[in-house]
């Protein structure tokens, strides 16, 4: 079965570092990859996807990510974060021709100001 | 724009009590996704619709039902709450195009005793 893997659950980091969340993801055919985020109290948003052309993906609020396929990753970055970004981030996959999305266990991220 | 909308928004049972949570969308989307969301655990589907009429079984579809009369509107019914059951409920929504994203409910927290 697809699944999807955030190896890290807690990410505590000051203002202005830098930011890298890794996903992995096990299927071997076309993907299409997508990370959310979750401010406090709030529900899941967009911050970027992937499904074709070119592997380095800019999203919203800075954060950028990575296809790199023989790696099956998609890992998201930001190189200097605010405060503001505190919040937990879902990297999810679909496959083939489905819509359903199968989602990481999250990694919320606590930015100390 | 309302996109969609989850009712109620905070519900607290008595195990063995019932009720069914509405999820509304406008954006005439075709798919629609019920999701729980548990601490550490991601979210996991529990149920899908990929058109009016039609309903299937996500990754934890036990204790729950679906019904998706209308277009616009899908309902997650549980029929006798378990303590199990206490959660985060997210629906969400989509056209079911593989790489169109998600769009998410502001979600309900239900607490069963």
């Known amino acids: 079965a697809q699944s999807v893997s955030q190896h890290n659950h807690h990410v505590i980091l000051s203002e202005a570092a830098s930011l890298e969340l890794g996903c992995n993801y096990s299927?071997?055919?076309?993907?299409?990859l997508f990370w959310y985020v979750q401010y406090p109290g709030q529900h899941l948003q967009l911050l970027l996807k992937?499904?074709?052309?070119?592997?380095l993906v800019k999203g919203i609020k800075g954060f950028e990510a990575e296809f790199i396929k023989s790696k099956f990753s998609f890992n998201l970055r930001k190189p200097s974060v605010q405060w503001s970004d505190t919040a937990e981030y879902f990297c999810?996959?679909?496959?083939?021709?489905?819509?359903?999305?199968?989602f990481g266990k999250g990694t919320k991220l606590s930015v100390k100001p | 724009n309302a996109g969609v909308t989850q009712t109620p928004k905070f519900r607290v049972l008595k195990t063995g009590q019932s009720m069914t949570l509405l999820c509304a969308q406008d954006?005439?989307?075709?798919?629609m996704y019920w999701y729980r969301q548990d601490p550490g655990m991601g979210l996991r589907l529990i149920h899908y619709?990929?058109?009016?009429?039609?309903?299937a079984k996500g990754e934890v579809p036990d204790g729950y039902n679906v019904s998706r009369l209308k277009k616009q509107n899908f309902l997650l019914g549980l029929e006798s709450a378990a303590p199990s059951q206490t959660s985060v409920y997210f629906c969400?929504?989509?056209?079911?195009?593989?790489?169109?994203?998600?769009?998410f409910g502001d979600g309900t927290r239900l607490s069963i005793l």
């Open positions: 954006m005439n989307h075709e798919y």
């Open positions: 619709s990929v058109g009016e009429g039609t309903t």
């Open positions: 992937y499904f074709s052309g070119d592997p």
């Open positions: 999810a996959v679909n496959v083939g021709s489905q819509g359903n999305l199968i």
């Open positions: 299927y071997g055919g076309t993907v299409n």
């Open positions: 969400a929504s989509n056209t079911g195009t593989v790489n169109q994203p998600q769009h």
